[in-house]
């Protein structure tokens, strides 16, 4: 799953405090929920059904996770450094518990889920741990910590997506917002833990997902990030109800269609994408329709065959090169990212400059780059020796991420001189004289600020200049 932010990292443990200051929507019981946000994707976007199951019952949310009287903290187990990122955290929230004793301390997402009811043996502040498909009984185990015991729910599910369930937009710009379309995985990649901490692959009712996708866009927004861990792999059949006709089963290709026909005005992103799965029907609906935006994260992991094979990624160097070809022929301005692993296990020297070469083949707008981090459970943890060195895997994941910088700079200097269609997000980070949006590669756009211009419409930006993250130009149109 590609990150919030479209800057050059090494990881994706982001953080997110609550932004605003929300309402119940059910009978108010005064109490205040503070929740923090950490991994991928996924994890943010069920932060915000977490938040719409609390506020339907009587919470509001607030900022200052001192002033709560609930604080969740969403929890990423991916690599190791993710994991000591939450336990750091909290035991920041230490103090703000021991000045009121009945703050409930809850622990969310994929590190519940990993280590269960241990989670309460190793760190003694925390009251409640939920894994990701049993948010739906939050209030229920919150009157259990009310009541004086601990609580614990880590069942995990082969139906929940909480397709009815409303999400309260956190932290939004009101623009742009993900749409959650599966949950689970059922891939099994030998370094990752997510199959064993979200569980088994679902799609969610195709309908339930351009219904949201049309409230979004009544409301203001105008860009919409659907999400999975392996989008291409979606497949939705409606149960058959007693005299009903079945409905054809809805594929991603399909889905995709259906959320670009809510209106042209709204934007289309998606992520991830699987190298094995990602079809020539999905590419060419990129291609039909102009508000698909013609931007695919194609995580490629290594460019060697063996690793790919220790990987259990099921595909192998010449077929992503294949997939590259066929993204290029059939979208030639598309925008292509990655995700990249170095020193996984018994990687040599020449397999890791088999990688390099790959990045010089695809030349990625953007990379997230990662050095191997075992994860028990995980088939290479049972299978393989984490044998590469720490200083090693450093020294590659550097090489890695020098290449990378050269690419992205490549790629965006491509674009000085040209005129981009850029959604406008609101004043950038550094000026309130300056815009910033993003044109259909995902890149950041700056440019001066034009009255008659607001954010949520598109304008047409000639790029003057860039950085080595950033485009910078003018309006034209
Ligand atoms: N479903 C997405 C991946 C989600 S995890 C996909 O298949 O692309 C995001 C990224 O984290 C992965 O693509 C991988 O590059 C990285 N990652 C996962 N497990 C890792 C591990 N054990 N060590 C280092 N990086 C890892
Ligand atoms: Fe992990 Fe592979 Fe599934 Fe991605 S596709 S979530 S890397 S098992
Ligand atoms: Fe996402 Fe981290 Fe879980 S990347 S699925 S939050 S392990």
Redesign the pocket.
């Known amino acids: 799953?590609i990150e919030l932010q479209h800057t050059t990292k090494t990881h994706?443990e982001s953080r997110q405090g609550e932004a605003l200051d929300m309402l119940p929507t059910g009978q108010s019981t005064g109490r205040k929920l503070y929740i923090e946000s950490y991994g991928?994707q996924m994890n943010f976007s069920d932060s915000e059904i977490v938040a719409s199951i609390l506020l339907d019952n009587g919470f509001e949310t607030t900022r200052d996770y001192k002033e709560a009287d609930v604080v969740f903290i969403n929890t990423c187990s991916?690599?190791e450094n993710a994991e000591q990122r939450v336990r750091n955290r909290l035991k920041e929230f230490e103090s703000a518990k021991a000045k009121n004793p009945g703050m409930i301390v809850g622990v969310l997402g994929c590190m519940a889920e990993r280590l269960k009811s241990k989670f309460l043996e190793e760190e003694k502040l925390v009251d409640v741990v939920v894994g990701p498909d049993a948010y739906r009984d939050l209030p229920n185990l919150i009157d259990k910590v009310d009541d004086g015991s601990k609580a614990v729910n880590v069942l995990l599910s082969r139906e929940e997506t909480y397709a009815d369930i409303s999400p309260v937009r956190l932290n939004s710009n009101g623009i742009s917002a993900f749409i959650s379309i599966m949950r689970g995985?059922d891939?099994m990649?030998s370094?990752?833990?997510?199959p064993f901490t979200r569980g088994r692959e679902r799609s969610r009712d195709c309908h339930s997902i351009v219904k949201e996708a049309q409230d979004l866009f009544h409301a203001g927004y105008r860009e919409v990030t659907l999400l999975g861990?392996?989008v291409d792999s979606y497949k939705y059949t409606k149960p058959i109800g007693e005299g009903e006709i079945p409905e054809p089963t809805v594929n991603f290709a399909q889905l995709l269609a259906m959320v670009a026909e809510v209106s042209p005005e709204l934007r289309v992103r998606f992520s991830?994408?699987?190298p094995k799965d990602i079809t020539d029907e999905v590419l060419y609906t990129m291609a039909r329709y102009e508000n698909i935006c013609k931007y695919i994260?194609l995580?490629v992991?290594s460019g060697n065959s063996r690793v790919l094979e220790l990987m259990n990624r099921t595909y192998d160097r010449e077929w992503y090169m294949d997939r590259v070809n066929a993204i290029r022929r059939i979208i030639p301005t598309c925008g292509i990212s990655t995700?990249?692993?170095t020193g996984?296990c018994s990687e040599t020297e020449e397999e890791h400059q088999e990688t390099l070469s790959m990045m010089d083949y695809v030349k990625y707008d953007f990379a997230?780059?990662?050095?191997?981090?075992?994860?028990p459970g995980?088939l290479?943890a049972k299978r393989y020796e984490d044998d590469v060195p720490e200083e090693v895997k450093k020294r590659r994941l550097t090489e890695v991420v020098n290449k990378q910088q050269e690419h992205s700079l490549y790629r965006l200097q491509n674009f000085v001189g040209n005129v981009q269609k850029v959604l406008v997000e609101g004043f950038s980070k550094r000026s309130d004289q300056d815009y910033c949006g993003r044109n259909d590669q995902n890149t950041m756009v700056v440019f001066p600020v034009d009255e008659r211009v607001k954010p949520g419409q598109y304008v047409h930006v000639l790029i003057e200049r860039c950085t080595s993250a950033t485009l910078i130009g003018r309006i034209v149109t």
Do not use: G, K, L
């Not at 370094?191 to 997510?194: D, G, H, S, T, Y």
């Open positions: 799953m994706d991928c991916i690599r995985c891939n990649c370094f990752c833990v997510v861990q392996n991830t994408s699987h994260h995580p992991q995700d990249v692993i996984f997230y780059m990662f050095a191997y981090s075992e994860r995980t290479a």
